[in-house]
């Protein structure tokens, strides 16, 4: 973890959106499968990708909100270890979102429930704001030395 001049290097940043990615959505279907999973007769992945699960009006609704919620904050925690740095947080965020929203249209449309975009609004803030707390207090940590000098 060298924080001196970085070298750009567009695989290592695949390679880290396509693991915070993949975490995400595993972390996803953990928790729809705790909070939904037991509610419904069968899970699919209309739950990760269809706008209209995303609703108020039905306690699945409500569960499946949390679930996106709950994935958001892990998300931040993933960052700290995948990411490191607090000022690329906001970035690997809006492009998880991003390519979620892309993945979204491509499975049922352009999401039109007002519902969808709140959560999702709120889970890219969520994931960016603590994500960038988290690694703020990372990067504030004393670094350890061998010998402690007695001044």
């Known amino acids: 973890m060298f924080y001196g001049a970085m070298v750009w290097d567009p695989w290592l940043i695949v390679a880290q959106i396509v693991c915070l990615q993949c975490l995400y ?43 996106f919620l709950l994935s958001a904050i892990a998300g931040a925690g993933y960052m700290v270890y995948l990411i490191e740095r607090a000022k690329k947080c906001l970035d690997f965020s809006a492009s998880l979102y991003i390519i979620h929203l892309f993945i979204c249209f491509i499975y049922g449309g352009w999401p039109s429930c007002v519902a969808w975009w709140v959560v999702n609004g709120a889970g890219v803030a969520v994931m960016a ?21 007695n001044v």
């Open 25 to 67: 959505y595993l972390t996803l279907g953990v928790f729809l499968s705790f909070l939904v999973g037991t509610h419904v007769s069968r899970m699919s992945l209309v739950y990760f990708f269809d706008f209209a699960t995303l609703t108020s009006s039905t306690l699945v609704g409500w569960y499946a909100i949390a679930s």
């Open 129 to 149: 704001l603590l994500g960038e707390y988290l690694c703020i207090k990372r990067e504030q940590r004393e670094i350890p030395t061998r010998y402690r000098s």
